[in-house]
């Protein structure tokens, strides 16, 4: 029963791998300001350390004692990257640069997450891992920062990381109430409601949507693949869905005429975005990822039932036994 400290566990990907590190028999220490995360996602029984992933003192605090780290906290949007270039930019690199100085001392191993953003638009689809880096964003840029930094982890310091490129992640538990957030939880949630969905550009624009029970496996697995190399992994499915046939796929799961506006593109967007997931599957072990038909009925079923966090969802399933 090891000790696991998870950044941004109060999040949407953060609460899903809490879940499963505890179904193992892990123990679980949890460092989220709370600012997109809800203490409704906190597991039962996991400590809280409540605050800034930037705030150095205050992550070394939480790393002590712990057999590794899944580092996951960041402003996930790329939309707030726009708007908030250095606010966004603080969180998501000075607080990985903090995780890991705070991983030295006992060289803890780290898992964290990068991101598809880092490749920007690409030639050659899919995108294997070796593929030019040209972020098209803040977010990207910082993200790939933080493997630049994982390389010095690695090399000066001596701290095993892993850096897993997720692709477009859904699921349950993605909060789909604010602008920036992800587009599955957008439209599920306004198309389940009967309300119109704005599709910014033509639609025509791919992404690589896996989902998260196949990105818990992958952070789960990688924890005994971090090393000093400073590894890093595409976590995606190799299917490319656009958005306006998202829009449709999900209007069908939700049993609704897809009711599709559209607005000017966003700044700062890939134009399409699809991974090769087998230098992952090789390296990491992994099975066949879940279908999207499949991943968005959880996500329309998770809707229905009034969108409950970890923490409440587990107190539904204690009454029922
Ligand atoms: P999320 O917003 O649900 O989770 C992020 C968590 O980090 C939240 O609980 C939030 O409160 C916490 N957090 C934010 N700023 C913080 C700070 N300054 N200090 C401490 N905690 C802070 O997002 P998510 O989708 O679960 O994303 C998790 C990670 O995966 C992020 O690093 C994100 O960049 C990355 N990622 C997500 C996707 C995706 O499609 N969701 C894709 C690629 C990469
Ligand atoms: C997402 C993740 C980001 C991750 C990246 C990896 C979120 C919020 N962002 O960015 O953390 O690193 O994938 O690939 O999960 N769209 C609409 N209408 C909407 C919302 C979005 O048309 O209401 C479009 C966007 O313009 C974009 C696509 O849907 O073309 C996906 O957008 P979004 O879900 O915000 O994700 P990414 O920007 O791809």
Redesign the pocket.
Known sequence: MALYLVTGGCGFIGSHLAAALAARGDRLRVLDDLSTGSLDNLLPGAELVQGDVADAALVRDAMQGVAGCFHLAAI????RGVQDWLGTHRVNLTGTIAVMDAARERRVPVVYAS???VYGDQAVLPITEDAPKRPLSA?GAD?LGCEQQALVAGHVHGIPTLGLR????FGPRQDPRSP?????S??CDRLSRGEP?????D?A?T?DFVYVADVVAALLAGMQAASVEAPVLNVCTGRATS?VELGRTIAAACGVAADIRHAP??AG??RH?LGNPAQARALLGLGEPARLREGLDQVVAWLRDGRPGLARQRALEAQLS
């Open positions: 996930a949007s790329v939309e991101s598809a953003a977010y993200k997720f692709f477009n992640v920036y957030s992800g587009v599955i957008i439209f969905v704005t599709v910014f550009g639609g624009q992404r958005v593109p966003r967007e890939i975005s």
